[in-house]
């Protein structure tokens, strides 16, 4: 797709001293220059003894869910995009999440790159630390969801055993898997981070699409092409899609407050 097509569709002190004139006070029969041998000691105060508290303290994990969230407006959802490097999946995210937002709609996006940056420095791109990876993004997404916050989750999450884990750990009802079908060759023309340059290259062998599969969700998930529309269409798609969930169709959640 030329460049000026993609730019249109929107993608892209002192001690102290004695007194040398001792001072008398009333009601004291010696000040503390002069007092000398008439000074008594007070009386030992009692030993002092904390109160015991009896009460137990619940942690926040223990109690019960309409305790726990009752102040979130209702137990929100995950929408989770998956498909090649450079599919688009980043630039929508952030779009549906500005979108969210403008709503008053509680929401955060968690992207693959970002996240590798901080929470999942630590893993490589082999398929166990890809699995990893999404395991970990998971729990952050539901830990969102309970607190009433739609996580965006971009991912390119290859392999579909480790996005079934994902919706164990998120929960059916709560995972909206999208899959953000651009063609591989469109992908391979934007390359936004020269990762396809570099795996034509040799130098990246675990690359998804060039040297390793990826395995499409089923035929029921929500299909998008970006080579077909803009970003704005395709978030559309998407929130129409959801827009069924009881967290968007109830009060909204106004985040500006």
Same mark, same amino acid.
């Given at each position: 797709? !030329?460049?000026? $097509? ?8 002192? !001690? ?41 303290? !619940? ?12 102040? =979130?407006?209702?137990? =929100? ?11 688009? *999946?980043?630039?929508? $995210? ?37 699995? #990893? +990876? ?19 989750? =971009? ?5 579909? $055993?480790?996005? +079934?884990? &994902?919706? #164990?750990?998120?929960?059916?009802? $709560? ?9 591989? +060759?469109?992908?391979? &023309?934007?390359?936004? *981070? ?23 969700? !089923? ?24 827009? =069924? ?13």
């Amino acid at each position: 797709m !030329p460049a000026t $097509a993609m730019a249109r569709q929107g993608w892209s002190s002192r !001690p102290p001293t004695r007194s040398a004139s001792p001072t008398r006070f009333p009601n004291c029969t010696a000040c503390p220059d002069t007092a000398g041998s008439e000074r008594t000691t007070p009386p030992a105060l009692p030993a002092f003894r904390p109160p015991i508290m009896h009460a137990s303290i !619940p942690e926040p994990q223990s109690l019960p869910d309409t305790q726990r969230f009752a102040r =979130a407006p209702s137990e =929100a959802f995950t929408i989770w995009m998956t498909g090649l490097s450079g599919a688009g *999946k980043s630039t929508l $995210a952030r779009h549906m999440g500005h979108r969210l937002q403008q709503q008053g709609r509680a929401c955060y996006v968690l992207d693959g790159d970002v996240l590798r940056e901080g929470l999942s420095s630590d893993l490589g791109f082999c398929r166990e630390d890809r699995r #990893e +990876q999404v395991r970990r993004v998971a729990h952050v997404a539901r830990i969102l969801n309970e607190a009433g916050v739609i996580a965006i989750v =971009a991912l390119v999450s290859p392999y579909r $055993a480790d996005r +079934q884990l &994902a919706r #164990e750990i998120i929960g059916a009802d $709560a995972m909206h898997e999208v899959w953000v079908c651009t063609p591989l +060759q469109v992908c391979q &023309a934007r390359d936004p *981070k020269g990762l396809y340059r570099r795996a034509n290259a040799g130098l990246l062998p675990a690359m998804t699409g060039v040297a390793d599969p990826y395995e499409p969700p !089923p035929e029921d998930a929500l299909r998008i092409d970006t080579s077909r529309h803009d970003v704005s269409t395709c978030a559309n798609r998407i929130l129409e899609a959801v827009s =069924a969930h009881p967290c968007m169709n109830g009060s909204q959640h106004d985040v500006r407050r």
